[in-house]
């Protein structure tokens, strides 16, 4: 039997499971917000056209209104000044969508501390016990975020000095752009980036260093506590959009059960 050939029959066996990442999309999925004065992204919104009525009687469908980084969504490297020049999501090729995944899972660090920032330590000491990160794979963070998501106040997580969510030291996300094998970097939270971002140096380092390295993000990503360390696959399915800086996103991995 062929590979392809074994990999169907363990998929419909459920030898293989399919693990959806998806935060569902709705007028309720959390949005970033910017302080003035930026411009600010669109809430998720649905506009029936018609739905069974004298306005089309056999057929129900919707106009959508949406940023392209809304709920689960994909960072092409054209979504940051630093990768201006590279690919928008319309060009990522699609092998890239495809690929390995290495889960670092440190929420138990986060519930304690919710601006805590990953360091190359952590992953090093990962590396430890699982092997070095994939090849044109992709690291997924675990920090618990998700479970957060139903509300945007709690997903935020804002007070006076902005907001507080995981992310990554500076250092970190210059080692994940310059020296680590990954392809991408997906993340819980509603960024790639630390809410406390805006002050570091330099600001924003994940977006700044990743994109403009060719590498990808992925942001709000769910039940990554379903995955093990290593060992599953991941598939991104965001729109290709013509001169899009990134999209909302279908995430699955495959998983050996």
């Not at 074994?6 to 030898?15: N, S």
């Amino acid at each position: 039997m062929s590979i392809l050939g074994e990999f169907a029959e363990a998929l419909t066996a459920g030898r293989i499971e399919v693990v959806d990442l998806t935060a569902p999309l709705s007028d309720n999925t959390p949005i970033i917000q910017l302080p003035p004065p930026f411009a600010q992204t669109a809430t998720f919104q649905l506009e029936e056209i018609s739905r069974f009525d004298e306005r089309g009687p056999a057929w129900y469908w919707n106009n959508l209104r949406t940023g392209e980084h809304t709920g689960t969504h994909f960072d092409a490297p054209a979504h940051w000044i630093t990768g201006r020049d590279g690919e928008d999501v319309a060009t990522v090729p699609a092998r890239k969508l495809v690929g390995p995944v290495a889960v670092l899972d440190l929420s138990e660090q986060v519930a304690a501390d919710p601006d805590f920032l990953l360091e190359v330590d952590h992953v090093r000491e990962w590396e430890k016990t699982h092997g070095p990160l994939p090849a044109g794979g992709w690291l997924l963070y675990r920090t618990g975020w998700d479970t957060r998501s139903e509300s945007q106040a709690e997903f935020l997580n804002a007070d006076e000095n902005g907001p507080h969510t995981p992310g990554v030291s500076p250092a970190c996300a210059r080692w994940l752009a310059e020296e680590a094998p990954v392809i991408g970097f997906g993340v819980e939270t509603v960024g790639t980036d630390a809410g406390a971002a805006h002050s570091f140096d330099p600001p924003f380092p994940c977006h700044a260093a990743l994109l403009g390295s060719g590498k990808y993000g992925l942001t709000q990503l769910q039940n990554l506590a379903l995955l093990p360390p290593t060992g599953a696959v991941l598939v991104a399915g965001p729109l290709p959009i013509v001169g899009g800086s990134g999209s909302p996103a279908r995430v699955l991995a495959l998983v050996e059960r």
